[in-house]
């Protein structure tokens, strides 16, 4: 793939099957190519894999193994399916949430390499809950929402700490297969570990939210702040801070959710454009896209400039949008 383009898909599944399985054909060779970079003795076996699982996400295991035959059973997918101490990737990326009377918005760039983003929005029924969300290694979620009205988000936490845990993106698709709401999510985040730093944002339809901000070595700090960057708490990885703007982008997000004038239409105006909006592509710190969930409403707005992508649980068509970071186009599913 040209390194300035990536091909957006949105696909509706209710239960793994051939769509899901088509999207293993597609990206396995390169996600496999990445979880070798470090050598196979890097990573944990099938059995540590799953005993991870069945210890911290039990409710998972069926859908995860569901998921390992559908991909062939092989040992290898196995383990790199359970997300279990994966190989270490820095993001960059924005978060808030903008909790009003009238609703609850929770905005989103990703900041990332498109030649390494996945590209598929995915709607399932896996479990109780009807899930949207924006994959990352077939089944994790980099940010998304359920039908319950829980959305979550996750940006990279600008600290170079590597350890026992899970990749955040299987514990995201956790929270919004089994939580309903930001309570229920937050104990999740307490006592699952994760092998890297994350800030988690948590939003949901009563107008709840938090940042957790998680690591391998330290407890997880939970607290009602409605931003995020890359950083916690303080800077501790300064040439990464100084790449990304990271503080440039908390303090702006500071300012706009804590005004009171500040309404949904401005905040999505913000991410739109600098600095939250980043074209710093050449370093993989660029913004490949946009979301806005409104969890109460179960709408979500994807967006890139010059075009949206409107989505929702009563509304999902299966498009294709492709992103030329200069040309954007739109096909029809």
């Known amino acids: 793939m040209d390194d300035k383009t990536l091909?957006?898909?949105?696909?509706?599944?209710?239960?793994?099957?051939?769509?899901?399985?088509?999207?293993?054909?597609?990206?396995?060779?390169?996600?496999?190519?990445?979880?070798?970079?470090?050598?196979?003795?890097e990573r944990p076996?099938?059995?540590?894999?799953?005993?991870?699982?069945?210890?911290?996400?039990?409710?998972?295991?069926?859908?995860?193994?569901?998921?390992?035959?559908?991909?062939?059973?092989?040992?290898?997918?196995?383990?790199?399916?359970?997300?279990?101490?994966?190989?270490?990737?820095?993001?960059?990326?924005?978060?808030?949430?903008?909790?009003?009377?009238?609703?609850?918005?929770?905005?989103r760039n990703y900041d990332y390499p498109?030649?390494?983003?996945?590209?598929?929005?995915?709607?399932?029924?896996?479990?109780?809950?009807r899930v949207i969300a924006m994959t990352d290694c077939l089944w994790g979620?980099?940010?998304?929402?359920?039908?319950?009205g829980l959305a979550v988000s996750l940006a990279f936490g600008?600290?170079?700490?590597?350890?026992?845990?899970?990749?955040?993106?299987?514990?995201?698709r956790y929270l919004l297969e089994f939580c309903d709401t930001v309570p229920e999510a937050a104990e999740v985040l307490a006592r699952v570990p994760t092998h890297m730093a994350y800030n988690i944002t948590l939003a949901d339809a009563a107008g709840r939210y938090v940042t957790a901000m998680i690591g391998p070595d330290r407890r997880a700090s939970i607290r009602r702040v409605p931003v995020?960057?890359?950083?916690?708490?303080?800077?501790?990885?300064?040439?990464?801070?100084?790449?990304s703007e990271t503080l440039i982008r908390e303090r702006q997000l500071s300012i706009l959710v804590d005004d009171a004038a500040t309404d949904a239409a401005r905040l999505e105006a913000a991410f739109k454009a600098p600095p939250l909006f980043r074209h710093d592509y050449r370093r993989g710190l660029g913004t490949i896209y946009t979301a806005f969930y409104r969890?109460?409403?179960?709408?979500?707005?994807?967006?890139?400039?010059?075009?949206?992508?409107?989505?929702?649980?009563?509304?999902?068509?299966?498009?294709?949008?492709?992103?030329?970071?200069?040309?954007?186009?739109?096909?029809?599913?």
């Open 295 to 333: 969890p109460g409403e179960g709408r979500v707005r994807y967006h890139w400039p010059g075009l949206d992508l409107d989505l929702g649980f009563d509304h999902f068509p299966e498009e294709w949008v492709t992103v030329r970071y200069g040309v954007r186009e739109r096909l029809g599913g």
């Open 7 to 41: 091909h957006f898909r949105s696909l509706s599944e209710a239960v793994p099957g051939p769509k899901w399985r088509s999207l293993f054909d597609t990206h396995w060779s390169a996600y496999e190519a990445w979880y070798l970079a470090e050598g196979e003795r």
């Open 114 to 129: 498109p030649e390494l983003c996945e590209g598929t929005i995915l709607l399932t029924r896996w479990n109780e809950r």
């Open 158 to 172: 600008g600290r170079k700490a590597v350890g026992d845990g899970f990749g955040a993106p299987i514990i995201l």
């Open 228 to 243: 995020a960057t890359n950083h916690q708490k303080k800077i501790e990885w300064y040439a990464h801070a100084l790449a």
């Open 141 to 148: 979620v980099l940010d998304g929402m359920n039908d319950r």
């Open 45 to 107: 076996g099938y059995l540590a894999c799953l005993n991870a699982l069945r210890r911290h996400m039990p409710e998972l295991l069926p859908t995860y193994r569901t998921l390992c035959d559908l991909a062939g059973g092989g040992d290898l997918a196995a383990r790199f399916l359970s997300l279990y101490q994966p190989p270490p990737y820095i993001t960059g990326c924005s978060q808030a949430v903008l909790a009003r009377a009238e609703e609850t918005l929770l905005a």
